[in-house]
């Protein structure tokens, strides 16, 4: 840590004064010892590095395969009809998703891939695409896994987002 020393005009130079950060020591560790000491709860905090928590891209012959969204956790909505809520931001993930898919699916076509070399996910969206090529297959909340509460609230307010 750098000492405050005094300048030729008999004064403290603030360029040699500590950083504030230098004052206080960052450790992880002390602060679940800090909280557990001050509180008696324990601490179950851990730190996850961001590379651990984001997936790989994965490439096939070149190609970018989209990953699909993770769909938000039932309490992470508050069902008050946020203007920026998580589901909205799922589907609209959830949207460019496909389309990626779609052009990769091309792509991958096009460059004549084995489609059993292909991810699960992809083989899955490209045998519905073969089985429903006649008639338009039905979008939206049908397909998705959701809990039924979760499931008439986004219909709720999809209807109210119309008017």
């Not at 010892?33 to 984001?54: E, F, N, R, W």
């Not at 203007?83 to 091309?106: N, Q, W």
Request: with cysteine; hydrophobic share 30%.
């Amino acid at each position: 840590m750098a000492k405050n020393t005094r300048s030729a005009s008999g004064g403290y130079s603030i360029l040699h004064s500590p950083h504030p950060a230098e004052r206080h020591v960052l450790d992880h560790e002390a602060t679940k010892a800090a909280i557990v000491d001050q509180t008696g709860l324990k601490a179950t905090t851990d730190v996850i590095s961001p590379s651990a928590s984001t997936p790989k891209d994965i490439f096939l012959g070149g190609i970018k395969i989209p990953q699909r969204p993770k769909p938000p956790e039932s309490d992470e909505c508050c069902m008050s009809g946020c203007a920026v809520c998580v589901y909205d931001l799922y589907f609209s993930s959830l949207d460019d998703y496909k389309k990626e898919a779609r052009t990769a699916r091309g792509r991958l076509r096009e460059l004549s891939i084995p489609m059993h070399e292909w991810p699960e996910d992809l083989q899955k969206q490209e045998m519905k695409e073969v089985t429903a090529s006649n008639e338009e297959e039905k979008e939206g909340l049908d397909n998705l896994d959701l809990d039924p509460t979760m499931k008439a609230f986004l219909i709720l307010e999809k209807q109210l987002g119309k008017r």
